[in-house]
């Protein structure tokens, strides 16, 4: 994923690592996977399907096992944290096998200037590992992402948030304080507002998922309807 970038920003450039959410970022696949989800967790745990589908709606950002325990407390399913954590790894592995959506119009061209530009190019993303990378291939963008994380099976506490940002600043060389201090997380939702909040990073939104104002209220330093823009807004910050 590494790349020997000749980059034209100077050496104490603001921003240079732009981290983007995969789902509803870069690939338009949200209203999909709602209504997928309805599906398999009705099939699963006999769940009404628009009332799970109200829990992904709300919940939108935050990892699968998270979302799956809501849905069942909501009903009165009992199961372990371990239970819910494999099962939930499962059901996004269903998700990630499913939804075949495609990068929104703008994305390809967006992601070729800027890393022909110099930035380097992460993603963090709730959804499973494996599905993040198959998705970015698929989608024709993995060649300009240098690097990607989503959830592991193994690894509960590898998530969106400050497991992801550091394990970009590591990939990265970069001490962890100069790291936030250089970048961006282009995200969708309210969660991807609190975990830049939490680490410090700007937050740019892509609205849709949630409105301007919503996003704007949460937090976020930039909404925009979409990325055509967002090499203009990189050099205004």
Known sequence: MSKNKKT?????EKIKYIGFDKDGVLINSFSAYTKEWGKIIKTKYNVNAQKAEIVFKNTAGQPTDIQLAI?????????SKK???????????????RIKAQPFPEIHNVLQYLSNNGFFLFVSSGQHGQVVVDDLKRANLIKFIDFYAGIRPNQPKFKKGLAHFRAASEYFKVPFNSFVKKTVFVGDTLEDIKVCTEAGITSICRSGTYSKKDLLKAGAKIVVPNLSKLSTILSNL
């Open 8 to 12: 034209n920003l100077q050496l104490d």
């Open 71 to 79: 849905v069942l407390k909501q009903h009165n399913i009992n199961l």
């Open 83 to 97: 239970q819910i954590f494999k099962q939930a790894n499962e059901i996004a592995a269903l998700l990630g096998k």
